[in-house]
Protein backbone atom coordinates (compact mmCIF):
# COMPACT_ATOMS: atom_id res chain seq x y z
CA UNK A 1 0.00 0.00 0.00
CA UNK A 2 0.80 3.39 -0.36
CA UNK A 3 1.25 5.50 2.63
CA UNK A 4 2.55 9.08 3.46
CA UNK A 5 3.52 10.21 7.02
CA UNK A 6 3.76 13.72 8.15
CA UNK A 7 6.27 14.64 10.78
CA UNK A 8 9.58 12.76 11.27
CA UNK A 9 10.10 12.42 14.66
CA UNK A 10 10.09 9.22 17.24
CA UNK A 11 6.91 8.26 16.39
CA UNK A 12 6.41 8.94 12.57
CA UNK A 13 10.11 8.03 11.87
CA UNK A 14 9.48 4.16 13.71
CA UNK A 15 5.97 4.16 12.62
CA UNK A 16 7.16 4.31 8.43
CA UNK A 17 10.11 2.32 8.76
CA UNK A 18 8.50 -1.00 10.20
CA UNK A 19 5.74 0.01 7.78
CA UNK A 20 7.93 -0.15 4.96
CA UNK A 21 9.67 -3.25 6.32
CA UNK A 22 6.67 -4.68 6.14
CA UNK A 23 6.28 -4.02 2.08
CA UNK A 24 4.19 -1.20 2.37
CA UNK A 25 5.67 2.18 0.02
CA UNK A 26 6.20 4.69 2.05
CA UNK A 27 6.65 8.65 1.72
CA UNK A 28 7.78 10.62 5.18
CA UNK A 29 6.97 14.34 4.78
CA UNK A 30 8.71 16.89 7.49
CA UNK A 31 9.30 20.73 7.46
CA UNK A 32 12.97 20.02 8.51
CA UNK A 33 15.20 20.28 5.32
CA UNK A 34 18.47 19.26 6.43
CA UNK A 35 16.68 16.25 8.39
CA UNK A 36 15.51 15.21 5.16
CA UNK A 37 18.67 15.39 3.69
CA UNK A 38 20.61 13.64 6.59
CA UNK A 39 18.00 10.70 6.77
CA UNK A 40 18.54 10.14 2.66
CA UNK A 41 22.39 9.80 4.22
CA UNK A 42 21.17 7.49 6.69
CA UNK A 43 21.92 9.98 9.54
CA UNK A 44 19.05 9.61 12.15
CA UNK A 45 18.10 11.95 14.51
CA UNK A 46 17.44 10.06 17.34
CA UNK A 47 19.26 7.46 19.27
CA UNK A 48 16.79 3.76 19.01
CA UNK A 49 18.38 0.55 18.65
CA UNK A 50 17.68 -1.22 15.26
CA UNK A 51 16.19 1.83 13.43
CA UNK A 52 19.36 3.09 11.58
CA UNK A 53 19.83 -0.42 10.01
CA UNK A 54 15.83 -0.62 9.26
CA UNK A 55 16.12 3.02 7.76
CA UNK A 56 19.05 2.87 5.32
CA UNK A 57 17.91 -0.71 4.18
CA UNK A 58 14.61 0.58 3.21
CA UNK A 59 15.51 3.70 2.16
CA UNK A 60 18.08 2.11 -0.30
CA UNK A 61 15.60 -0.53 -1.69
CA UNK A 62 13.53 2.49 -2.42
CA UNK A 63 10.65 1.77 0.21
CA UNK A 64 10.72 4.98 2.64
CA UNK A 65 11.30 8.07 0.90
CA UNK A 66 11.87 11.68 2.40
CA UNK A 67 10.88 14.93 1.16
CA UNK A 68 9.85 18.64 2.38
CA UNK A 69 7.55 18.81 -0.87
CA UNK A 70 4.02 18.06 1.33
CA UNK A 71 2.09 18.40 -2.49
CA UNK A 72 4.16 15.19 -3.01
CA UNK A 73 3.42 13.75 0.10
CA UNK A 74 -0.62 14.00 -0.05
CA UNK A 75 -0.77 13.37 -3.59
CA UNK A 76 1.46 9.85 -2.91
CA UNK A 77 -0.41 8.13 -0.24
CA UNK A 78 -4.21 7.55 0.05
CA UNK A 79 -3.17 6.67 3.98
CA UNK A 80 -2.08 9.65 5.52
CA UNK A 81 -0.57 9.62 8.69
CA UNK A 82 -0.28 12.54 10.84
CA UNK A 83 2.66 11.94 13.31
CA UNK A 84 3.94 15.18 14.40
CA UNK A 85 4.64 17.12 18.13
CA UNK A 86 1.55 17.77 20.12
CA UNK A 87 3.65 19.94 22.89
CA UNK A 88 1.86 20.86 26.03
CA UNK A 89 1.22 25.04 25.85
CA UNK A 90 1.56 27.45 28.67
CA UNK A 91 -1.37 25.69 31.00
CA UNK A 92 -0.01 22.15 29.90
CA UNK A 93 -2.72 21.11 27.68
CA UNK A 94 -1.43 19.56 24.01
CA UNK A 95 -0.91 21.83 21.49
CA UNK A 96 -2.57 21.01 18.56
CA UNK A 97 -1.02 23.19 16.08
CA UNK A 98 1.21 21.49 14.09
CA UNK A 99 -1.26 18.74 14.04
CA UNK A 100 -4.02 20.88 12.29
CA UNK A 101 -1.39 22.57 10.38
CA UNK A 102 -0.78 19.23 8.67
CA UNK A 103 -4.71 18.77 8.50
CA UNK A 104 -4.98 21.76 5.91
CA UNK A 105 -1.55 20.78 3.85
CA UNK A 106 -3.72 17.21 3.37
CA UNK A 107 -6.91 19.49 2.03
CA UNK A 108 -4.65 21.63 -0.12
CA UNK A 109 -3.70 19.51 -2.12
CA UNK A 110 -6.25 16.35 -1.68
CA UNK A 111 -6.68 14.75 -4.76
CA UNK A 112 -9.31 12.07 -4.03
CA UNK A 113 -10.32 9.75 -1.36
CA UNK A 114 -8.05 9.78 1.73
CA UNK A 115 -7.63 8.38 4.73
CA UNK A 116 -6.36 10.82 7.48
CA UNK A 117 -4.76 9.14 10.55
CA UNK A 118 -3.96 10.74 13.92
CA UNK A 119 -0.73 9.17 15.20
CA UNK A 120 0.38 11.13 17.34
CA UNK A 121 -1.00 11.72 20.99
CA UNK A 122 -4.03 14.22 21.01
CA UNK A 123 -6.66 14.79 23.61
CA UNK A 124 -10.31 14.02 22.93
CA UNK A 125 -12.34 15.96 20.47
CA UNK A 126 -9.22 16.34 18.18
CA UNK A 127 -10.38 14.36 14.94
CA UNK A 128 -13.27 16.61 15.16
CA UNK A 129 -11.28 19.60 14.83
CA UNK A 130 -8.77 18.02 12.00
CA UNK A 131 -12.51 16.80 10.71
CA UNK A 132 -13.49 20.54 10.48
CA UNK A 133 -10.39 21.98 9.84
CA UNK A 134 -9.71 19.77 6.26
CA UNK A 135 -13.90 20.65 5.60
CA UNK A 136 -12.69 24.47 5.68
CA UNK A 137 -10.03 24.23 3.28
CA UNK A 138 -11.93 21.84 1.08
CA UNK A 139 -15.14 24.44 0.89
CA UNK A 140 -12.38 26.96 0.54
CA UNK A 141 -11.24 24.96 -2.95
CA UNK A 142 -14.55 24.65 -3.75
CA UNK A 143 -14.03 21.11 -4.17
CA UNK A 144 -15.77 17.86 -2.45
CA UNK A 145 -13.44 15.28 -1.70
CA UNK A 146 -14.08 12.52 0.28
CA UNK A 147 -12.09 11.83 3.68
CA UNK A 148 -12.17 10.04 6.91
CA UNK A 149 -10.40 10.77 9.86
CA UNK A 150 -9.41 7.89 12.47
CA UNK A 151 -7.88 8.02 15.15
CA UNK A 152 -4.55 5.26 15.76
CA UNK A 153 -2.95 5.86 18.85
CA UNK A 154 0.96 4.94 19.29
CA UNK A 155 1.90 2.49 22.42
CA UNK A 156 5.67 2.38 21.36
CA UNK A 157 8.64 2.42 24.50
CA UNK A 158 11.51 4.39 23.77
CA UNK A 159 14.65 1.95 23.36
CA UNK A 160 12.61 -0.85 22.51
CA UNK A 161 9.96 1.49 19.83
CA UNK A 162 11.14 -0.92 16.92
CA UNK A 163 10.17 -4.13 18.50
CA UNK A 164 7.04 -2.84 20.22
CA UNK A 165 6.26 -1.56 16.67
CA UNK A 166 6.80 -4.69 14.73
CA UNK A 167 4.54 -6.70 17.01
CA UNK A 168 2.34 -4.18 19.09
CA UNK A 169 0.47 -5.52 22.09
CA UNK A 170 -2.67 -3.93 20.36
CA UNK A 171 -3.20 -1.61 17.56
CA UNK A 172 -6.32 0.56 18.39
CA UNK A 173 -8.42 1.77 15.84
CA UNK A 174 -11.00 4.61 16.09
CA UNK A 175 -13.24 4.93 13.06
CA UNK A 176 -16.82 4.60 12.03
CA UNK A 177 -15.98 4.13 8.45
CA UNK A 178 -16.60 1.16 7.30
CA UNK A 179 -14.06 2.08 3.40
CA UNK A 180 -11.64 3.45 6.35
CA UNK A 181 -11.68 0.35 8.49
CA UNK A 182 -10.99 -1.97 5.73
CA UNK A 183 -8.01 -0.02 4.07
CA UNK A 184 -6.46 0.01 7.88
CA UNK A 185 -6.96 -3.49 8.17
CA UNK A 186 -5.18 -4.34 5.16
CA UNK A 187 -2.24 -1.84 6.31
CA UNK A 188 -1.73 -3.95 9.27
CA UNK A 189 -2.88 -7.40 8.23
CA UNK A 190 1.46 -8.07 8.19
CA UNK A 191 2.34 -6.66 11.57
CA UNK A 192 -0.65 -9.16 12.86
CA UNK A 193 -0.06 -12.36 11.54
CA UNK A 194 -0.36 -14.50 13.83
CA UNK A 195 -2.44 -13.13 16.34
CA UNK A 196 -5.58 -10.75 14.98
CA UNK A 197 -4.53 -7.28 17.40
CA UNK A 198 -6.45 -4.82 15.97
CA UNK A 199 -8.95 -3.43 18.60
CA UNK A 200 -11.42 -1.17 16.53
CA UNK A 201 -13.75 1.74 18.69
CA UNK A 202 -15.53 4.61 18.08
CA UNK A 203 -13.11 7.62 17.46
CA UNK A 204 -13.28 9.28 21.03
CA UNK A 205 -12.52 5.75 22.66
CA UNK A 206 -9.42 5.82 20.67
CA UNK A 207 -8.41 8.81 21.72
CA UNK A 208 -9.08 8.12 25.43
CA UNK A 209 -7.95 4.77 25.37
CA UNK A 210 -3.89 6.39 25.05
CA UNK A 211 -4.62 8.94 27.73
CA UNK A 212 -5.81 6.08 29.58
CA UNK A 213 -2.96 3.79 28.96
CA UNK A 214 0.02 6.06 30.23
CA UNK A 215 -2.02 7.88 33.05
CA UNK A 216 -2.74 4.06 34.48
CA UNK A 217 1.42 3.10 34.35
CA UNK A 218 2.47 6.29 35.70
CA UNK A 219 -0.26 5.84 38.61
CA UNK A 220 1.01 2.78 38.88
CA UNK A 221 4.02 4.27 39.50
CA UNK A 222 3.43 7.07 41.79
CA UNK A 223 1.94 4.71 43.97
CA UNK A 224 4.72 2.64 44.36
CA UNK A 225 6.79 5.90 44.62
CA UNK A 226 4.30 6.30 47.95
CA UNK A 227 4.35 3.06 49.45
CA UNK A 228 8.37 3.44 48.95
CA UNK A 229 8.30 6.64 50.92
CA UNK A 230 6.09 4.97 53.54
CA UNK A 231 8.41 2.07 53.38
CA UNK A 232 11.34 3.92 54.40
CA UNK A 233 9.59 5.77 57.33
CA UNK A 234 8.30 2.95 58.82
CA UNK A 235 11.17 0.81 58.19
CA UNK A 236 10.42 -1.84 55.73
CA UNK A 237 12.10 -2.73 52.51
CA UNK A 238 10.12 -2.40 49.22
CA UNK A 239 12.02 -4.49 47.08
CA UNK A 240 10.47 -7.13 49.20
CA UNK A 241 6.98 -5.38 48.81
CA UNK A 242 7.18 -4.99 45.10
CA UNK A 243 7.70 -8.84 45.02
CA UNK A 244 5.28 -9.56 47.46
CA UNK A 245 2.33 -7.64 45.83
CA UNK A 246 3.42 -8.19 42.20
CA UNK A 247 3.09 -12.11 42.36
CA UNK A 248 -0.51 -11.30 43.08
CA UNK A 249 -1.23 -11.65 39.04
CA UNK A 250 -4.35 -8.96 39.29
CA UNK A 251 -1.31 -6.50 40.25
CA UNK A 252 1.83 -7.99 38.21
CA UNK A 253 5.20 -7.14 38.37
CA UNK A 254 4.81 -4.59 35.45
CA UNK A 255 5.60 -1.12 35.80
CA UNK A 256 5.85 -1.36 39.80
CA UNK A 257 9.62 -0.25 40.54
CA UNK A 258 10.27 2.43 42.59
CA UNK A 259 12.27 5.09 41.98
CA UNK A 260 13.43 8.76 41.47
CA UNK A 261 10.30 9.41 39.49
CA UNK A 262 8.86 8.92 36.17
CA UNK A 263 10.34 11.40 33.11
CA UNK A 264 10.23 11.37 29.54
CA UNK A 265 8.09 12.64 26.81
CA UNK A 266 5.00 10.84 28.06
CA UNK A 267 3.95 10.09 30.51
CA UNK A 268 4.56 14.01 32.72
CA UNK A 269 2.99 15.31 29.57
CA UNK A 270 -0.13 13.04 29.38
CA UNK A 271 -0.73 12.57 32.79
CA UNK A 272 -1.09 16.78 32.89
CA UNK A 273 -3.12 17.09 29.71
CA UNK A 274 -5.81 14.44 30.59
CA UNK A 275 -6.23 16.88 33.50
CA UNK A 276 -6.48 19.66 31.61
CA UNK A 277 -9.10 18.21 29.70
CA UNK A 278 -10.67 17.38 32.73
CA UNK A 279 -10.97 20.58 33.93
CA UNK A 280 -11.55 22.13 30.44
CA UNK A 281 -15.24 20.42 30.88
CA UNK A 282 -15.53 21.00 34.50
CA UNK A 283 -14.35 17.74 36.21
CA UNK A 284 -11.37 17.68 38.68
CA UNK A 285 -9.35 14.84 38.60
CA UNK A 286 -8.53 14.13 42.27
CA UNK A 287 -6.44 11.24 41.41
CA UNK A 288 -4.25 12.17 38.36
CA UNK A 289 -3.44 15.53 39.95
CA UNK A 290 -2.17 13.56 43.05
CA UNK A 291 -0.26 11.40 40.41
CA UNK A 292 1.61 14.24 39.35
CA UNK A 293 2.08 15.55 42.65
CA UNK A 294 3.65 12.65 43.85
CA UNK A 295 5.94 12.91 40.73
CA UNK A 296 7.62 16.01 41.51
CA UNK A 297 8.32 15.50 44.80
CA UNK A 298 9.81 11.94 43.76
CA UNK A 299 12.39 13.98 41.93
CA UNK A 300 13.60 16.07 44.47
CA UNK A 301 14.26 12.89 46.85
CA UNK A 302 17.61 12.20 45.98
CA UNK A 303 19.00 16.15 45.94
CA UNK A 304 17.36 16.03 50.00
CA UNK A 305 18.80 13.36 50.43
CA UNK A 306 22.35 14.55 49.74
CA UNK A 307 21.50 18.03 50.74
CA UNK A 308 20.68 16.69 54.67
CA UNK A 309 23.84 14.13 54.39
CA UNK A 310 25.76 17.01 53.85
CA UNK A 311 23.99 19.15 56.47
CA UNK A 312 22.84 21.68 54.07
CA UNK A 313 26.77 22.31 52.91
CA UNK A 314 26.68 21.36 49.35
CA UNK A 315 28.88 24.08 48.10
CA UNK A 316 32.42 22.95 46.71
CA UNK A 317 30.88 19.09 46.53
CA UNK A 318 32.15 17.12 43.62
CA UNK A 319 29.22 14.60 42.59
CA UNK A 320 29.64 11.56 40.42
CA UNK A 321 26.51 11.27 38.54
CA UNK A 322 25.82 7.69 36.67
CA UNK A 323 23.05 7.98 34.29
CA UNK A 324 21.41 10.98 33.10
CA UNK A 325 18.94 10.01 30.85
CA UNK A 326 15.35 9.55 31.86
CA UNK A 327 15.64 5.96 31.24
CA UNK A 328 18.35 3.35 29.94
CA UNK A 329 18.38 2.70 26.40
CA UNK A 330 17.54 5.92 25.14
CA UNK A 331 19.37 9.58 25.07
CA UNK A 332 16.48 11.06 25.78
CA UNK A 333 16.23 13.90 28.97
CA UNK A 334 13.11 14.97 28.22
CA UNK A 335 11.40 15.49 32.17
CA UNK A 336 14.02 13.44 33.06
CA UNK A 337 15.34 13.23 37.54
CA UNK A 338 18.64 13.43 36.78
CA UNK A 339 17.83 17.24 35.46
CA UNK A 340 16.08 18.11 38.61
CA UNK A 341 18.75 16.75 40.71
CA UNK A 342 21.54 18.50 38.55
CA UNK A 343 19.82 21.67 38.66
CA UNK A 344 19.37 21.71 42.68
CA UNK A 345 23.21 20.31 43.48
CA UNK A 346 24.79 23.33 40.68
CA UNK A 347 22.23 26.13 42.82
CA UNK A 348 23.90 24.86 46.32
CA UNK A 349 27.08 25.09 44.66
CA UNK A 350 27.75 21.70 43.94
CA UNK A 351 29.83 20.81 40.72
CA UNK A 352 28.24 17.49 39.24
CA UNK A 353 30.80 14.57 37.23
CA UNK A 354 28.28 12.22 35.12
CA UNK A 355 28.66 10.03 32.70
CA UNK A 356 26.01 8.04 30.74
CA UNK A 357 26.16 5.65 27.78
CA UNK A 358 24.25 7.61 25.76
CA UNK A 359 22.74 11.07 26.75
CA UNK A 360 25.94 13.01 27.39
CA UNK A 361 25.62 15.05 24.19
CA UNK A 362 21.97 15.71 24.66
CA UNK A 363 22.98 17.03 27.89
CA UNK A 364 25.73 19.00 26.54
CA UNK A 365 23.26 20.41 24.01
CA UNK A 366 20.92 21.29 26.95
CA UNK A 367 23.20 22.74 29.22
CA UNK A 368 26.00 24.23 27.12
CA UNK A 369 29.86 24.58 29.04
CA UNK A 370 29.94 25.79 32.58
CA UNK A 371 32.44 25.18 35.43
CA UNK A 372 30.13 22.80 37.67
CA UNK A 373 29.47 20.14 34.81
CA UNK A 374 32.06 17.81 33.44
CA UNK A 375 31.23 14.54 31.35
CA UNK A 376 33.23 12.01 31.32
CA UNK A 377 33.49 8.87 29.25
CA UNK A 378 33.06 5.73 31.87
CA UNK A 379 31.76 5.35 34.71
CA UNK A 380 34.93 4.79 36.28
CA UNK A 381 36.03 8.00 35.29
CA UNK A 382 33.17 9.71 36.98
CA UNK A 383 34.40 8.75 40.63
CA UNK A 384 37.72 9.91 40.50
CA UNK A 385 37.83 12.99 42.56
CA UNK A 386 34.29 13.07 43.85
CA UNK A 387 33.17 12.76 46.94
CA UNK A 388 29.76 10.66 46.80
CA UNK A 389 27.88 8.58 44.20
CA UNK A 390 24.49 9.14 42.67
CA UNK A 391 23.25 6.78 40.70
CA UNK A 392 19.73 8.11 38.50
CA UNK A 393 19.39 5.94 35.60
CA UNK A 394 19.52 2.08 35.42
CA UNK A 395 21.49 1.48 32.73
CA UNK A 396 22.85 -2.53 32.58
CA UNK A 397 26.54 -1.08 32.74
CA UNK A 398 25.91 0.33 36.43
CA UNK A 399 24.61 -3.19 37.73
CA UNK A 400 27.45 -5.10 38.38
CA UNK A 401 29.72 -1.98 40.20
CA UNK A 402 33.27 -2.80 41.35
CA UNK A 403 32.53 -1.12 45.09
CA UNK A 404 36.07 -1.57 46.55
CA UNK A 405 36.86 1.20 43.86
CA UNK A 406 34.03 3.55 44.56
CA UNK A 407 35.03 3.12 48.10
CA UNK A 408 38.61 4.36 47.45
CA UNK A 409 37.64 7.00 44.28
CA UNK A 410 35.12 8.58 46.75
CA UNK A 411 35.98 11.33 49.16
CA UNK A 412 33.32 9.93 51.53
CA UNK A 413 32.01 6.23 50.87
CA UNK A 414 28.66 6.81 50.30
CA UNK A 415 26.11 5.33 47.41
CA UNK A 416 22.55 7.62 46.64
CA UNK A 417 20.73 4.88 44.08
CA UNK A 418 17.52 6.34 42.97
CA UNK A 419 16.98 2.92 40.94
CA UNK A 420 17.74 0.56 43.74
CA UNK A 421 20.04 -1.67 42.28
CA UNK A 422 22.10 -3.36 44.41
CA UNK A 423 21.72 -5.65 47.49
CA UNK A 424 22.26 -2.85 50.85
CA UNK A 425 23.89 -5.97 53.07
CA UNK A 426 26.48 -6.85 49.86
CA UNK A 427 26.78 -2.84 49.59
CA UNK A 428 27.44 -2.20 53.03
CA UNK A 429 29.62 -4.76 53.56
CA UNK A 430 31.95 -3.19 51.48
CA UNK A 431 31.99 -0.46 54.00
CA UNK A 432 30.33 1.63 52.25
CA UNK A 433 26.83 3.96 53.25
CA UNK A 434 23.61 3.39 50.66
CA UNK A 435 21.02 5.41 50.67
CA UNK A 436 18.43 3.40 47.87
CA UNK A 437 14.60 4.13 47.46
CA UNK A 438 12.35 2.91 50.40
CA UNK A 439 15.15 0.39 51.62
CA UNK A 440 14.05 0.22 55.33
CA UNK A 441 17.18 0.63 57.57
CA UNK A 442 19.61 0.69 54.68
CA UNK A 443 19.23 4.45 54.59
CA UNK A 444 20.85 4.50 58.25
CA UNK A 445 23.75 2.62 57.58
C1 LIG B 1 5.72 5.25 27.84
C2 LIG B 1 4.78 4.05 27.72
O1 LIG B 1 5.37 2.93 28.38
C3 LIG B 1 4.48 3.75 26.26
O2 LIG B 1 3.55 2.69 26.16
C4 LIG B 1 3.91 5.02 25.63
O3 LIG B 1 3.63 4.82 24.25
C5 LIG B 1 4.84 6.19 25.81
O4 LIG B 1 5.15 6.37 27.20
P1 LIG B 1 8.35 5.67 27.59
O5 LIG B 1 8.07 7.09 28.01
O6 LIG B 1 9.23 5.43 26.44
O7 LIG B 1 6.98 4.91 27.26
O8 LIG B 1 9.04 4.94 28.83
P2 LIG B 1 8.66 3.90 29.97
O9 LIG B 1 9.50 2.70 29.85
O10 LIG B 1 7.21 3.69 30.06
O11 LIG B 1 9.18 4.71 31.28
C6 LIG B 1 8.64 5.97 31.64
C7 LIG B 1 9.24 6.43 32.95
O12 LIG B 1 8.72 5.68 34.03
C8 LIG B 1 10.76 6.34 33.05
O13 LIG B 1 11.26 7.50 33.64
C9 LIG B 1 10.98 5.13 33.94
O14 LIG B 1 12.19 5.21 34.66
C10 LIG B 1 9.79 5.22 34.87
N1 LIG B 1 9.39 3.94 35.47
C11 LIG B 1 8.91 2.92 34.69
C12 LIG B 1 9.48 3.77 36.85
O15 LIG B 1 9.90 4.67 37.59
N2 LIG B 1 9.05 2.58 37.38
C13 LIG B 1 8.56 1.55 36.65
O16 LIG B 1 8.19 0.52 37.22
C14 LIG B 1 8.50 1.74 35.24
Redesign the pocket.
Known amino acids: MKVTVFGIGYVGLVQAAVMADFGHEVMCVDVDQAKVDNLKKGIIPIFEPGLTPLVETNYKEGRLHFTTDAKQGVEFGELQFIAVGTPPDEDGSADLKYVLAVARTIAQYQNGYKVVIDKSTVPVGTADKVDAAIAEVLKERDVDYDYSVVSNP??????AAVSDCMSPDRIVIGTDDEQARQLIRELYAPFTRNHDRMIFMDVKSAELTKYA??CM?ATK?SFMNEMSNLAERLGADIEKVRQGIGSDARIGYH???P?CG??????PKDVQALVRTADSIGYESTLLKAVETVNYGQKEVLFKRLNDFYKADLAGKTVAIWGLS??PNTDDMREASSRVLMESLWQAGAKVRAFDPEAMEEVQRIYGTRDDLELVGTKDAALKGADCLVICTEWKVFRAANFDDIKEQLTDPVIFDGRNLYDPEQVKRYGLAYYAMGRGDSISS
Do not use: D, M, T
Open positions: EFLKEGANLIFIYGYGGSCFFK
